[in-house]
């Protein structure tokens, strides 16, 4: 029986105790550990597993099922591609009552997970409540915002999302690296007219944007811009990719883009790209559009999904609170046995 992989390969990967830590589930050895020139001296196996002996004299037995999965290669990544989400134009927010999360928040974060947003209805309307629902999962990320930040009119505003002006689908912190990969808004005072929450699926857009302007698209994921507020930069496309061209990372904010650099033909080009996929973020369809309501808390993943809101007036003063966190804690919770 030959086994499609390097013999190096399967002795590195050998399931056994001694050579992965039954607790951790890591190696104990490194690369430098292995022979390069270790050879298989035999394989047997059954319907379920593989037994491989070494020139070493170690012996592997492997599962069938994990080979097999390892002969081609992984479409899902490590879930965070496109190749890992649920895409969407219109979809119902996944939802649950603040209760049912604070007992066990993995049901709606896995919903999260697939498809970047997720709603947590009846928490309490008391200021800092948005820092227990991040809590609830995982830890916040604290930036020069503090711990959390305010969303509400100031008279001298740094920002135009403490403005009662409308803010176009964006997403938050790209002159951060890393940036934020989660954001958390939780309303404690509605607007009596308007404000309403927008969010639209970024990889969806740029699916469509990879489909119909292929050009586009290499360009957009092609070339660094940079994004700057304050003093905090960093330099990365619009649209991200992994080594396999598969869409990871959306970058996208008008109000901190900065002037793109070049030749007058790579700017035109670029511009045509932008406003491309500017069209399709904001195609009829594409945008959920929902008002919280006090003792809403929207969570979402800000490498994906981009937020909106319309412009609102009347008595009542907008009053949100918002804080970031990370993925990492949404992957882990979800992927516990």
Known sequence: MELPFPPVWLRDNCPCPACRDPHSGQKPHTVAD???????????????????????????????????????????????????????????????????????PAPLLRALWRTGFALVRDTPVEEGTVLAVARAFGHVRTT???????????????NLAFTARAIAP?????????????????????????????????FR??????????????VLSGTPVTFAWGRLRAQRPMIGVDERGRIREIRYNN??????????????????????FDDLLNRPGAMVTFKLAPGDCVIFDNTRVLHARTAFGGRAERHLQGCYADLDAVQWVTSAP
Do not use: M
């Open 34 to 104: 292995l022979d390069p020139d270790v050879t298989v001296r035999s394989v047997a196996g059954d319907e379920q597993t593989v037994a491989v002996t070494f020139s070493d004299g170690h012996r592997s037995v492997f599962d069938r099922n994990w080979l097999r999965a390892h002969e081609r290669a992984d479409d899902a990544g490590d879930g965070r591609t496109e190749r890992g989400k649920d895409l969407w134009d219109q979809v119902e927010p996944p939802e649950a009552g603040w209760a049912a999360f604070s007992r066990d």
């Open 144 to 158: 020069n915002y503090g711990e959390l930040f305010d969303v509400r009119i100031e008279p001298d505003p740094a």
């Open 170 to 202: 964006h997403t938050d912190n790209p002159y951060r690296d890393p940036v934020p990969t989660l954001q958390l808004l939780h309303c404690l005072r509605d607007a009596a007219a308007g404000g309403e929450s927008g969010l639209v699926d970024g």
């Open 205 to 218: 857009a740029a699916v469509l944007l990879r489909e119909r302007h292929p050009g586009h698209f290499a």
């Open 255 to 276: 109000r901190s883009l900065q002037a793109l650099a070049g030749p007058p033909e790579a700017l035109a080009a670029f511009y045509a790209a932008y406003r491309a």
